[in-house]
């Protein structure tokens, strides 16, 4: 897989009144902080992002996401792939000031010089397109529950249900 066609930075004076495409794939290790919430580093992200200006003169980055990767299945701790796909909205501006200036619509994405990242802004999208616990299809954790215990496994792991998780973390908030 090269990723070539994606550069590190895009300069933001010109993409904008150029109205730029740039699409491509990226590798895992180019998203660093992506890459430790993953199992491993098997997996493809391709991206396609276009800069445009709109009519109020917003420096506005729109296009899609597409990721292949590993996730660690939060029942048996076992790596499971999944597929994120995210739509991308973001006006870039300067600072926080103009960030709450923009419409409700647009996300802000800060750049304060003329060197936008583009690695860093799809990583921080990923990240936030990816589920905060993922399982496997209900029975294909079956091999490593044999391998946990026999009887009981099932009924212990079902009972962490993720709101049971989010119940004992608003418990654990309350009595702090
Ligand atoms: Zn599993």
């Known amino acids: ?10 300069d933001t004076r010109k993409i904008f009144l150029q109205e730029a495409n740039i699409s491509g794939n990226l590798d895992l290790d180019r998203l660093p902080r992506f890459r430790k919430t993953l199992a491993n580093d098997q997996g493809s992200v391709s991206l396609e992002l276009k800069f ?14 597409r990721a292949k ?18 739509d991308i909205k973001l006006a870039l501006v300067r600072d926080e000031e103009a960030a709450q200036r923009l419409d409700a619509e647009l996300d802000p994405w800060i750049c304060e010089d003329h060197k936008l990242d583009l690695a860093e802004l799809v990583e ?10 993922s399982y496997h299809e209900s029975g294909d954790c079956i091999s490593q529950k044999d391998y946990v ?15 049971a998780v989010l119940r004992s973390l608003k418990d654990s908030d309350a009595s702090n």
Do not use: H, W
């Open 52 to 65: 445009t200006l709109s009519d109020a003169k917003e420096r506005l980055i729109s296009g899609s996401l």
């Open 149 to 163: 215990a026999g009887e009981d496994a099932t009924e212990s792991v079902t009972s962490e249900s993720p709101f």
């Open 124 to 133: 921080e999208q990923l990240i936030l397109c990816t589920p905060i616990v």
């Open 1 to 10: 897989m090269s990723d070539s066609s994606i550069p590190a930075y895009a």
């Open 69 to 86: 990767v590993n996730v660690f299945c939060q029942r048996c701790l076992k790596p499971l792939a999944i597929a994120l796909a995210d």
